[in-house]
C-alpha cells in the first residue's frame, strides 16, 4: 500500500504563495502520476494540476499562469507552488496518484487527507 501525506497548507492574504508538498510512501516501484484536486465549500472536487509520467503539465484554466506542478520522482514527492492567491482558491487541497507497486505492473491509486488553503485579508 502507498500513503499520501500532504503539508504546507496555510493562511494567506491575496496576492501571497503558498508551497504544497505531498509526500508519498510504501511500496512504490515507480510513480505514474502525481496530480493535485481541490474541494471548496459546497462544491465538487476539481482537478487543479496533472503530471502524468514525463508529459507536459495540465492545469485548470482558473489557475494557469499562477500555479505550477512539480515533481521530485527520488523522493516521491509532488509540489505545487500557489502565486497571486485570491480568494477563490480558497479550499481543501488534495493529493492523487497512482503508483506501481511491483515489477509485475500491479498499481495502487489513492487520495491524501488534504490540506487547507485560506486565501483572506
Known amino acids: 500500500q502507498v500513503q499520501l501525506v500532504e503539508s504546507g497548507g496555510g493562511l494567506v492574504q491575496p496576492g501571497g504563495s503558498l508551497r504544497l508538498s505531498c509526500v508519498a510512501s510504501?511500496?512504490?516501484?515507480?510513480?505514474?502520476?502525481m496530480n493535485w484536486y481541490r474541494q471548496a465549500p459546497g462544491k465538487s472536487r476539481e482537478m487543479v494540476a496533472v503530471?502524468?509520467?514525463?508529459?507536459?503539465?495540465n492545469y485548470a484554466d482558473s489557475v494557469k499562469g499562477r500555479f505550477t506542478i512539480s515533481r521530485d520522482n527520488a523522493k516521491n514527492t509532488v509540489y505545487l507552488q500557489m502565486n497571486s492567491l485570491k480568494p477563490a482558491d480558497t479550499a481543501v487541497y488534495y493529493c492523487?496518484?497512482?503508483?506501481?507497486?511491483?515489477?509485475?505492473?500491479?498499481?495502487?491509486?489513492?487520495w491524501g487527507q488534504g490540506t487547507q488553503v485560506t486565501v483572506s485579508s
Open positions: 492523487n496518484g497512482e503508483f506501481q507497486i511491483d515489477s509485475v505492473g500491479s498499481t495502487w491509486h489513492g
Open positions: 510504501g511500496s512504490i516501484f515507480s510513480i505514474n502520476e
Open positions: 503530471s502524468i509520467g514525463t508529459e507536459s503539465p
